[in-house]
C-alpha cells in the first residue's frame, strides 16, 4: 500500500507561536489531500481537503486563517496553526487519496500538537 | 451531528468473547470501509464494502454491509488483547467524500 508520513510526530510549543506540520506521500502522487483532527478516543473530524494547486476548501467551523494549508505539489500539504492557543492542543492526521479508485485513502501516522 | 453513528461508543470485554460493532446512518453510501486506529498512529483500513448485503471475513473479523448501504455491522469471534483499538466505519459518497462513524473504543482484557 501506499505510505503517507507526517512531520513532526509530536510537537510542543508556546501560546501565540505558529506550528507547521507536514504531510507526505511518499510513493505515489496525491491530487487531493485531507486533514483531519482527533481528541482521545473519538472520531476523525474532516477539517479541509485540500487539492494540488488550488485553494482548500475548509469545513464547516474551521477558521481558514488560523488553518493555513498548503498544497503546492501532488507530494506535499502543508497544515499550519498560527497563533496557537492549548485549545489547539489535538492530534492532527492527514490522509492522501487521488489515485485510481476512490476508495483509496492513505493516513498518515499523525501529530501530536500541544500547546502550552 | 455525525452522519454515521457508531455504537457502542466505549466496550470492555474478556479475552475470548465474541462483539458486535454497528455502523448506522439514515444516508446512501457507496461504499463503506472499517478503519482500526492505536493510540498515537493513524488509522489502518482492515476491509471495503461496496455492494448491498456484501459480508467479508477477515481471520476472526467479520464485516456486512447492509442492503441499502446504509448501515454496516463489525463482527469478532474470540477477540483477543491485540484487537485493542478504535474502530472507526466511514462511508464514501460519489466525490469521494469520506464521513467518519463517532468511533467504538474497544478494550480487551486478557
Known amino acids: 500500500g501506499a505510505v503517507v508520513s507526517q512531520h513532526p510526530s509530536w510537537v510542543i510549543c508556546k501560546s501565540g507561536t505558529s506550528v507547521k506540520i507536514e504531510c507526505r506521500s511518499l510513493?505515489?502522487?496525491?491530487?487531493?489531500m485531507f486533514w483531519y483532527r482527533q481528541f482521545p478516543k473519538q472520531s476523525l473530524m474532516l477539517m479541509a481537503t485540500s487539492n494540488e494547486g488550488s485553494k482548500a476548501t475548509y469545513e464547516q467551523g474551521v477558521e481558514k486563517d488560523k488553518f493555513l494549508i498548503n498544497h503546492a505539489s501532488l507530494t506535499l500539504s502543508t497544515l499550519t496553526v498560527t497563533s496557537a492557543h492549548p485549545e489547539d492542543s489535538s492530534f492532527y492526521i492527514c490522509?492522501?487519496?487521488?489515485?485510481?479508485?476512490?476508495?483509496?485513502?492513505?493516513f498518515g501516522p499523525g501529530t501530536r500538537l500541544t500547546v502550552t | 451531528t455525525q452522519l454515521l453513528e457508531q455504537s457502542p461508543q466505549f466496550l470492555s470485554i474478556q479475552e475470548g468473547e465474541n462483539l458486535t460493532v454497528y455502523c448506522n446512518s439514515s444516508?446512501?453510501?457507496?461504499?463503506l470501509q472499517w478503519y482500526r486506529q492505536e493510540p498515537g498512529e493513524g488509522p489502518v483500513l482492515l476491509v471495503t464494502v461496496v455492494t448491498g448485503g456484501e459480508v467479508k471475513k477477515l481471520k476472526r473479523l467479520t464485516f456486512q454491509f447492509g442492503d441499502a448501504r446504509k448501515d454496516s455491522s463489525l463482527h469478532i469471534t474470540a477477540a483477543q488483547p491485540g484487537d485493542t483499538g478504535l474502530y472507526l466505519c466511514a462511508g464514501i459518497r460519489t466525490g469521494n467524500q469520506f464521513y467518519f462513524g463517532t468511533g467504538t473504543s474497544l478494550t480487551v482484557i486478557p
Open positions: 444516508s446512501v453510501f457507496s461504499s
Open positions: 510513493d505515489f502522487q496525491a491530487t487531493t
Open positions: 490522509s492522501a487519496g487521488g489515485r485510481a479508485s476512490s476508495y483509496e485513502q492513505y
